[in-house]
């Protein structure tokens, strides 16, 4: 009987740590705070906050690999591509609903992230590494030459978005662009919080920080991995076909190396494995790129390269981690 009571003690702060560790703090409010105040500075800020918003999306999804499955990759551009490309496609054929569109994004991406994940999963490191980077050159080649499907080099044109929920059209003024991706964002912050912090969660960082051990006490290693890789590559087409409704155009960039390495760099910025970081890297950097383009059209990439070397040396675990250093406190 006191075994039992011992036991039911120690049960009691063990939840209440859990419960503490994912309770929502104030500090997590900020970025709902930031999306508040967009439309109180003007409709020239609607584009910027629009780009930032998809970016964000885009950075939480590679965030959920690298950060949380610790899968690093070369490759998570092809997803947005795929994403935008898809819902592209399906408008041009007719299908210009703007939240359909979003689905049909996430499923195309999420099919070739399952394909791809299939394979590439079965390496690690440099391997896993140097297959996702060829990944990015084949899918980029393959809808050049379909260029009857993609428009090859030239792009996707005659894309229509309808007017969202059929009431509020996307003009020049930017108010819906910004409002549609706005809570797109916020939908799919709230998803990977309560992901990374459910039992599932658990189990992929478990197999981050020691793949080994996890297999030996009988967690199922690669059909988790597979999962989360074809989660991270939904929540990436969601980000392109958001991007290809917003600029009605879908091209090769989209699918390209150049915007899988950006994210990675951003995200590398922001502080990987904290989700905020994921919002933190993107939203500087391309807060940065839109002041020092002004500043310096000529030479604003060596300013925003020394600003990114610079966080890095001197804040390694990004700038989301400089909580923990004002709190006096390591990166967990």
């Known amino acids: 009987m006191s075994d039992d009571v011992s036991t039911a003690e120690r049960r009691v702060p063990f939840a209440a740590s859990l419960r503490s560790k994912h309770r929502l703090r104030p500090a997590e409010l900020l970025p709902l705070v930031a999306v508040a105040i967009v439309p109180l500075l003007g409709s020239g800020y609607y584009p910027l906050a629009t780009q930032i918003a998809i970016t964000v999306i885009f950075g939480l999804s590679l965030d959920l690999l690298v950060g949380y499955a610790g899968i690093v990759t070369l490759g998570h551009g092809i997803f947005f591509g795929v994403g935008a490309y898809a819902s592209g496609i399906a408008s041009v054929h007719g299908w210009g609903d703007p939240v359909s569109g979003l689905f049909i994004g996430a499923a195309a991406a999420a099919v070739v992230g399952v394909v791809q994940g299939f394979v590439v999963l079965r390496t690690a490191r440099f391997t896993l590494l140097m297959l996702t980077l060829c990944s990015v050159f084949l899918v980029s080649e393959v809808a050049n030459k379909a260029g009857w499907l993609t428009g090859g080099a030239d792009g996707l044109t005659g894309v229509m978005t309808g007017p969202l929920l059929g009431v509020w059209t996307f003009d020049l003024d930017g108010r819906t662009g910004y409002l549609f991706s706005a809570t797109v964002f916020v939908l ?5 919080r309560g992901l990374v912090h459910a039992p599932f969660g658990q189990a992929i960082m478990a197999i981050r920080d020691n793949p080994g051990r996890a297999e030996a006490i009988g967690m199922a290693v690669r059909p988790r991995l597979l999962i989360v890789y074809t989660v991270s590559a939904a929540i990436a087409g969601t980000a392109g076909a958001l991007q290809a409704e917003i600029d009605q155009f879908a091209g090769l960039k989209n699918v390209g190396f150049e915007i899988s390495a950006t994210i990675l760099v951003m995200l590398a910025l922001g502080g ?40 890095v040396l001197f804040v390694p675990g990004g700038l989301s981690s400089l909580a923990d250093v004002f709190r006096g406190r390591g990166k967990r």
Do not use: C, E
């Open 188 to 192: 799919v912050w709230i998803g990977l």
């Open 272 to 311: 990987t494995g904290r989700l905020y970081g994921a919002m933190a890297g993107p939203a500087v950097y391309l807060i940065a790129q839109d002041l020092l383009a002004k500043i310096n059209p000529a030479m604003w990439q060596l300013w925003l390269g020394l600003l990114i070397v610079a966080t």
